[in-house]
């Protein structure tokens, strides 16, 4: 079977059982997402699938066939921090940091998703993006942080999208 994983193309043979997300721990070695709940709950284990958010413990890997998946591994780089990033460590989006690679994962989808106009109630802008923090926290509502570093996520994203 073939998947494309952050840019890179692989030739894989998983268990018809198997997740996407264990796929990417236990096969690739792509630790960045994180299993919390392996039950579609808190969003640790959160990818891009041709860049829509999705949960990769409710998915079967055998279903992403040929799909173009970006994990937090794929996101910006040591030398060169994704803007999102940066701004989570301006902010100090995070405490313990566990949820933080699902939580980038989602925030740079959930900003990109409103960049194309989707839903279509939201206006596209393909300069900077307007989010009051209600809209912030709605849409990133997927994703639990049990240290309650809300205010710092919220601050990352709407400096981001700015
Ligand atoms: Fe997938 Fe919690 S580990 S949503």
Not at 10 to 15: A, G, H, T, V
Not at 59 to 70: E, F, K, P, R, S
Not at 78 to 94: S, W
Request: hydrophobic share 35%; charged share 20%; with cysteine.
């Amino acid at each position: 079977m073939h998947f494309t994983i952050n840019g890179r193309s692989y030739d894989l043979d998983p268990d018809i059982r198997t997740s996407l997300l264990d796929l990417l721990r236990e096969h690739l070695d792509l630790t960045g997402s994180k299993k919390g709940c392996d039950h579609g709950q808190c969003g640790a284990c959160t990818v891009l699938v041709n860049g829509r958010r999705i949960n990769s413990c409710l998915t079967l890997a055998v279903m992403h066939q040929d799909d173009d998946i970006t994990t937090i591994e794929g996101i910006g780089s040591a030398e060169a921090l994704h803007p999102v990033q940066a701004a989570f460590i301006r902010h100090d989006g995070y405490q313990c940091g566990y949820c933080t690679p699902g939580q980038i994962v989602s925030a740079v989808g959930m900003l990109d998703e409103v960049r194309k106009g989707w839903p279509s109630h939201v206006t596209a802008d393909p300069g900077s993006v307007r989010l009051d923090d209600a809209e912030i926290s709605e849409r990133m509502s997927g994703n639990i942080c049990r240290c309650s570093a809300y205010p710092g996520i919220v601050d990352a994203i709407r400096d981001a999208a700015g």
